[in-house]
């Protein structure tokens, strides 16, 4: 695609179910980042894809947080057990290679846990 | 741990102000430092450096970066109403199973007033 997808833009779950986030990169890209922003916060790191190398996992928040990248290209993020602070935008970004860093985002996906 | 400091976190100014916006980094590995400019969602990509000393610009924006103290800046002159957004900072790791992971600044939200 001509741009870095993403779905639902918008997701309002109930506390304690499961949600799943859609990543669509940009084709080619191997690079692919998980970010989320809570209101009024900066960008916090979940996790990084690159390639077929094993993924930083290191900003996953807790063991609810999980992620997968199938064939190397689509990418889900999924919530497990959904608590109100989990509230936020998601964002997905894409780069080309490791060499080449600028990132790419999506318009991402304001999940709100009531 | 990589880090990347903005400041100052917020600013209000009026139409015709000149900004700056600075950045200082942390990172084991450093290979290149980004601006970019967040509205509503998604972040847009504004500028990467990679060498000292070399102001990059774009209209009424411009950035340098400063390898041997480890800080960016990025100027706005003659500001206007639509420069009000959150200003990012980021920074791309050069090293190991890091290679290309992009850490984030705090950000900067500008303001701009009529």
């Not at chain 1, 600028?102 to 304001?110: D, K, L, V």
């Not at chain 2, 102000?17 to 990509?45: G, M």
């Not at chain 2, 791309?92 to 992009?102: D, E, M, R, V």
Request: one cysteine or more; glycine letters at 10%.
């Amino acid at each position: 695609g001509a741009g870095v997808s993403q779905s639902p833009s918008n997701k309002v779950t109930e506390k304690g179910k499961d949600v799943e986030l859609r990543c669509d990169p940009i084709s080619g890209h191997t690079a692919l980042y998980w970010y989320r922003q809570s209101l009024g916060q900066g960008l916090e790191f979940l996790i990084y894809f690159q390639g077929n190398s094993a993924p930083d996992k290191s900003g996953l928040p807790s063991d609810r947080f999980s992620a997968e990248r199938t064939g190397g290209s689509v990418s889900t993020l999924t919530i497990q057990r959904t608590q109100q602070e989990d509230s936020a935008v998601y964002l997905c970004a894409s780069s080309l290679s490791r060499a080449n860093t600028e990132a790419f985002f999506g318009q991402g996906t304001r999940l709100t846990v009531v | 741990e990589d880090k990347v400091v903005q400041s100052p976190l917020s600013l209000v100014v009026h139409e015709g102000d000149t900004v700056t916006l600075n950045c200082s980094y942390e990172v084991t590995n450093f290979r290149s430092l980004l601006w970019y400019k967040q509205e509503k969602k998604a972040p847009t990509f504004l500028f990467m450096l990679t060498s000292s000393g070399i102001e990059k610009k774009s209209g009424r924006l411009s950035s340098i970066l400063d390898k041997k103290e480890l800080f960016s800046i990025l100027n706005i002159t003659a500001t206007q109403t639509g420069d009000s957004a959150i200003y990012l900072c980021v920074v791309a790791n050069a090293g190991g199973t890091s290679y290309g992971k992009l850490t984030f600044g705090q950000g900067t939200i500008l303001t701009v007033h009529p």
